[in-house]
Structure formats: C-alpha cells, structure tokens
T-cell receptor, first 114, second 112 residues
C-alpha cells in the first residue's frame, strides 16, 4: 500500500510569490491534515480536512489556505510568501475517524523562500 | 501550547532500554496519549498510543501512571536507528479531529 505522497519535495520561491503544495493520502484515508515545521517553532498544526470540509484550523494568517478534493487529495496554498514561510510542510492522513487513530505522515515538502 | 512536558534530550547505550518520560498533568479523562518519533528530515512516525492501560506493540511499550498525569515510552533494546526526536502528544478530546499539538520533544541519541 502506497504511503502519503507529497509533491514537490523541494522548491525555492521568492518573497511575494505564491506556492501550492499537493498531498495524496493513503488510499481509503479521508482525513488529511497539514503541519508546518520550522527550527524555531517546531511542528505546528495548519489545518485539517475531512470529506472536502475544513474541520479544524491552526493559528496561521489567511495567506495559508487549503482544500480537499472528492478523491481525498489535498492541496495547500501560501500566498504572498515571506521569508518566515521557509519550512518543511508535512501532510498526514488517517482513516479511523471518530476513533483514536494514528496519523501517517508524508516525507514533506521543503520550501525555501528567498 | 503543548499539554506535555518532556526532557530536551537523552542518551542511551545501544542494546539497552530507552525510557522516555512525559508529563501530562492536565490530561482530561477522554484524552489519549500518543507517541511519535521523527528521524532527521523525515515525517513523524507513529509509535504507540494509550488511554489508561499499559500498551505494548512491536516497537515499544507505553506505561501510563494510574493518575494518568505522566507516562513513559520504553524502547526495550535501543538501536542506532532509534536515534530520533520523540514526541509525546495528548490528543484533544474533541472526537473526529486530528489536530495534534506537538511539543518540543525529546532528542534521543543512541550511542554505540
């Protein structure tokens, strides 16, 4: 069974640009959540989607947005990039909704903003 | 803010048991304790979780105190590949959400 796939794995952008990151969850998983990891702030929750609906959102500015498609694939977008947005963006999927379940993380997309 | 407190770092000799403590004194009755680990530059990996009883799987054992205010993750025979950052997480009580609040974790170094 394929794991969580994130694309692209690495990308470089400049300030002011926007970026879209993609996440394909494990087949059958309907919940997808996104995390940002930086050396200074650690792992921080961005948002979570289930059945195309955003179920929860972290404390990030409106420049960070996401969506989920009917096939459970998810994208996140960051507009007007800032230097501080340089981070590893991790996507995780899960299958046992409403029950304690484990998260399956992808390898991440490493974004560098110059 | 994270609801857990962990030591910043620990060392363990290869082949010995690694015991990683976690304090979660404000845990609610319906909250579970989860452990994940992150090997350098990879996504976190699930290890184990529990509610009140001790749990064991092929990777580790989880010991939760009777008052549930703390727990210990035990790697019975640590290997060099167990060198990683270990996160103890209390899962929010709201059902149906996977909003995990990661703390700073414990950086475990297994020494040859």
């Amino acid at each position: 069974k394929a794991g969580v796939t994130q694309t692209p794995r690495y990308l470089i952008k400049t300030r002011g640009q926007q970026v879209t990151l993609s996440c394909s969850p494990i087949s059958g998983h309907r919940s997808v959540s996104w995390y940002q990891q930086t050396p200074g702030q650690g792992l921080q929750f961005l948002f979570e989607y289930f059945s195309e609906t955003q179920r929860n959102k972290g404390n990030f500015p409106g420049r960070f947005s996401g969506r989920q498609f009917s096939n459970s694939r998810s994208e996140m977008n960051v507009s007007t990039l800032e230097l501080g947005d340089s981070a590893l963006y991790l996507c995780a999927s899960s299958s046992r909704d409403l029950q304690p379940g484990e998260l399956f993380f992808g390898e991440g997309s490493r974004l560098t903003v110059l | 803010d994270a609801k857990t407190t962990q030591p910043t770092s620990m060392d363990c000799a290869e082949g010995r048991a690694a015991n990683l403590p976690c304090n979660h004194s404000t845990i609610s009755g319906n909250e579970y304790v989860y452990w994940y680990r992150q090997i350098h530059s990879q996504g976190p990996q699930y290890i184990i979780h529990g509610l009140k009883n001790n749990e064991t799987n092929e990777m580790a054992s989880l010991i939760i105190t009777e008052d549930r205010k703390s727990s210990t993750l035990i790697l019975p025979h640590a290997t060099l590949r167990d060198t990683a950052v270990y996160y103890c997480i209390v899962r929010p009580g709201t059902s149906g959400t996977y909003k995990y609040i990661f703390g700073t974790g414990t950086r475990l170094k297994v020494l040859a």
